[in-house]
């Protein structure tokens, strides 16, 4: 659980403790024996002539863990894991970041990662959506494509040679993200998966989860919908267009909060969990405004227990 600041009053801290301490007692015992700690010794047999990776270490013929986390094993080669780490990029990632500059033929991202990420002209789809060469109007029209602080969704493609990041952004699903909340969340409780992107249609809400810990809550916008309308009709309909219903705003602050809950926990974040805190601060008839309160964070993870317990019964009962 991360730190976190709180206004318990003593019956709320003995029902926090209780729930994070039976959370503790339910981790798979396999997973805490292989836990280490900086100088801890990691068991081997050196017959096998192991191969040494990262956060490990040779002395006194030992092999001695460097950082805190969990030993794996893949074949014959030992490294550990660690629990909280900065963000790892890997090609492929879907990411979500903030323009930061307008170079040419470019734009910087930050995207929580130690260096900037780079986006290319030629690495996107263009507004009228016709493959073909950029030219030097498609440059001069940069900034009305992205400016700075306009927050974007992307695809990590490569490395570039100084170590930063090449993005690309070639289908409809990726672009400017518009009205909604961007939440910043440590990387490792965002787990890679399959899918990022998540339409939760009982709030008409879009969730991204970004990879580097950027996570998106905004407005659904349907993919492929292309308004083909003149330079006047655009400005005559800008207002219409840049309203958000009360109700689907209302929605975008709860699963919000419901993220800043779970990320305060230190539970990993998917969208079954999230909703599930959404739903559960609802039924309750939580205000908005209180699920922040002391009271939902011990709720929640009152219910977290209870649902790793159940999982955990119904596992040995299976047998």
Partial sequence: MRDFHLSLNQTQRVRLDAALHELESLAPAAASAAAVTVADTIPVNQEDNILKGHGTSDQDGEVVATLCGVVERVNKLVYVRTLRARYKPEVGDIIVGRVIEIAPKRWRLEINFSQDAVLMLSSMNLPDGIQRRRTAIDELNMRSIFEENDVICAEVRGFQHDGSLHLQARSEKYGKLER??????????????KQHFHHLAQYDVDLI???NGFIWVGEHVVVGEKAKTTEDQQKSSNEAENFTPLETRKHICRLANAVRILSALGFTLTVEQIIETTEASASSNVEVNDMLGAEFYVQ???REAKRRADLLRKKNGAR
């Fill in 209 to 211: 989860l970004g990879c």
């Fill in 180 to 193: 909604g909340q961007l939440l910043t969340v440590p990387p490792y409780l965002v787990k890679r998966k």
């Fill in 300 to 302: 929640t993870a009152e």
